[in-house]
Each structure stands twice: as C-alpha cells, then as structure tokens.
C-alpha cells in the first residue's frame, strides 16, 4: 500500500551538514519526496509538535533540543512508506541501532540521533499537516 510519512532531519544532523547524506539515503531505499523544507521551531512550537510526549521526562529536553537550529522536514512517499523509513532510520538510540542505518551513521545519543519518522501512517498525516499543506505537497 502507497503511504506517506514524515521525516525530520534534527537541529544535530544539519549542524553537522549530512542532510544530502541523509537525504541520498532515503531515495536509495525507495521512498520518494514529495515536499521538503528547512525551518526553525519555536519552543512553543516544538512542544506543540511533540504535545503526545508532555508527561514524558525527556519532553522539555526533546523540545529545547528540537528547537536549538534548523531542521529539515520532508513527506516521503511510498510501498509500507513508514515501516520503511522507520528501518532506514534504525533504532531510536544509535548504540543499539544496525549498521548502515541513519541513526547508526549519524546520530550522537538517544536525543541527538539527527532524524524523525512517524511511527504509525495515523500519525504521519497529523504530523505531515502540522508542517505542510495541500499546495506544498508534489505530485510527481
């Protein structure tokens, strides 16, 4: 089943000028772009975005962290697009996480670990229409 699903390159990741990298990397395994951009969050706006984790401990942490530089959002598209993704990125903590994978790669710790995926196809649309509307979306 073609799905969409969210992905955020991390304040730790474009520090560190590998979002092509990361970017090559989600092509390679299949997905397609469908809509992508650089922001920067707000606190507020980062805490909006991970609202479903405000009782977590790591939430005001998560939330400074997401909004300390830029990051790259992206709808990528495809066959099972989230399960897909999700094993591009690897596991959530680096050391824990396969090789060749992202996380593996690029991440620094459990928070610093440079990319963001839905973690079901619900939640990939609230969180692709938390960043992204109908006209930025690309049919191609």
Do not use: W
Not at 65 to 77: D, K, N, T, Y
Not at 97 to 124: C, M, Q, Y
């Amino acid at each position: 089943m073609i799905q969409q699903t969210l992905s955020i390159i991390k304040p730790d990741a474009v520090q560190r000028d590998v979002c092509g990298e990361i970017l090559k990397r989600i092509e390679a395994g299949g997905l397609k772009i469908k809509a992508l951009k650089m922001l920067e969050l707000s606190k507020k706006q980062a805490q909006g975005f991970y609202a479903v984790h405000q009782d977590k401990p790591f939430f005001d942490s998560l939330t400074d962290f997401m909004s300390s530089g830029p990051i790259v959002v992206s709808v990528l598209e495809g066959e099972d697009a989230v399960r897909v993704y999700r094993d591009i990125m690897g596991a959530t903590n680096p050391a824990e996480a396969s090789p060749g994978t992202i996380r593996k790669e690029f991440g620094l710790d459990i928070e610093k670990n440079s990319v963001h995926g839905s973690d079901s196809s619900e939640n990939a649309s609230t969180e692709i229409a938390y960043f992204f509307h109908a006209l930025e979306m690309v049919d191609r």
